[in-house]
């Protein structure tokens, strides 16, 4: 199995911030991954696929970055409207897995 | 734009058999790979598997003895069967739309039903 562990599992930033979320694949899976961003009591959403590509209608100070097995997500400055959990999601292998989750809650 | 919906599931007895149906509007279900992904109770997300009309499947492996996806392409429709629920598949369970191939991300969502098992 490919574990997806995701840092820090809880983060506590201000409006204006830059915020950067790690995952760390236990082996490569080259830049088949993808960033979601999900609010309570809603489904997931889309936000960077294939490590690094912006989902069509995402804000631009999203962003993502890395390959093999370290990955980025960043947040050049948060908004209001950010605070959610985030996941990372590898579709390298037959087996997908999600990571954790990093929660982004209101200071 | 692709939209999904789960049908309403609601209650499941212990040792009997879950199952949901996700209908597909907006698009051929023919033209994609599908998945189902769960959440339990304040807890992450668990990919359970994907399917695909021409009956290609592929299954979490922890779940693989129990689960069952189709498609049925004259309703535009994919289903999730799982046998011998226990409290533990207690959750959220999520269909939602690969954005090309199964080796892809997850563009589409439905908006989830609440699966509860118990006596």
């Known amino acids: 199995d490919i574990q997806m562990t995701q840092s820090p599992s809880t983060l506590s930033p201000s409006v204006g911030d830059r915020v950067t979320i790690t995952c760390r694949a236990s082996?490569?899976?080259?830049?088949?991954l993808a960033w979601y961003q999900q609010k309570p009591g809603k489904a997931p959403k889309l936000l960077i696929y294939d490590a690094s590509s912006l989902e069509s209608g995402v804000p631009s100070r999203f962003s993502g970055s890395g390959s093999g097995t370290e990955f980025t997500l960043t947040i050049s400055s948060l908004q209001p409207d950010d605070f959610a959990t985030y996941y990372c999601?590898?579709?390298?292998?037959?087996?997908?897995?999600f990571g954790q989750g990093t929660k982004v809650e209101i200071k | 734009q692709v939209q999904l919906q789960e049908s309403a599931s609601g209650l499941v007895r212990p040792s009997e058999t879950l199952s949901l149906t996700c209908t597909v509007s907006?698009?051929?279900?023919?033209?994609?790979?599908w998945s189902w992904i769960r959440q339990p109770p304040g807890k992450g997300l668990e990919w359970i598997g994907y399917t695909h009309y021409s009956g290609s499947s592929n299954y979490n492996p922890s779940l693989k003895s129990r689960v069952t996806m189709s498609v049925d392409t004259s309703n535009n429709q994919f289903s999730l069967r799982l046998t011998s629920v226990t409290a533990a598949d207690t959750a959220v369970y999520f269909c939602a739309k690969y954005l090309r191939g199964s080796f892809s991300p997850l563009d589409s969502w439905g908006q989830g039903t609440l699966v509860t098992v118990s006596s």
């Open positions: 907006g698009g051929s279900i023919s033209s994609f790979y």
């Open positions: 999601h590898q579709y390298n292998y037959f087996f997908q897995t």
């Open positions: 082996q490569s899976i080259s830049d088949w």
